[in-house]
């Protein structure tokens, strides 16, 4: 089952949508493989963002990630992180189509909601920097077979 990292950002925080974004993510039937509050520091931001720390906005970036502790979650599913990428909307809340979380919550491209891995290999990588192997679990809830038919499994395993 795949599994990718969701960071429910100060933004999310700051404005009590912790549990609606949450809800959304349940709803849709992806399982929560671990979950924990932590407080960020450039440090860790620092290699999360690597690809944008050269950018002028970094600095914001840092100061709007540490306002708040966030929420870190390792979500699990069937194309997780392909779900995630498409219920969380476009980077700029302003032009993210309704019906996604930064479309209907989000009024920025910084101040977003959450962060959400953009691919199985950097979810891989970003779980190992939030996660410790043992705060991630490996079960099935009891509505698995539900979401989930046969065939969405069997596909998976070729």
Aim: aromatic share 6%; proline share 5%; net charge neutral.
């Amino acid at each position: 089952m795949e599994k990718t990292l969701v960071i429910l950002k100060p933004s999310a925080v700051q404005r009590a949508l912790v549990g609606k974004v949450i809800d959304r993510f349940q709803q849709k039937g992806l399982t929560i493989a671990g979950c924990k509050m932590m407080q960020l520091d450039e440090s860790i931001l620092r290699e999360h963002y690597a690809h944008l720390v050269d950018r002028p906005f970094f600095p914001s970036l840092v100061e709007s990630m540490t306002v708040t502790p966030v929420i870190v979650m390792c979500l699990e599913g069937v194309d997780v992180v392909a779900v995630v990428r498409a219920m969380t909307g476009a980077t700029n809340s302003r032009v993210a189509a309704p019906g996604t979380i930064r479309g209907d919550l989000g009024m920025s491209g910084q101040e977003n909601i959450v962060h959400a891995s953009d691919s199985p290999e950097s979810a891989e990588v970003e779980l190992k920097r939030f996660f410790k192997p043992e705060e991630i679990f490996d079960y099935k809830t009891i509505t698995f077979t539900s979401i989930y038919a046969p065939d969405d499994l069997r596909a998976k395993k070729q």
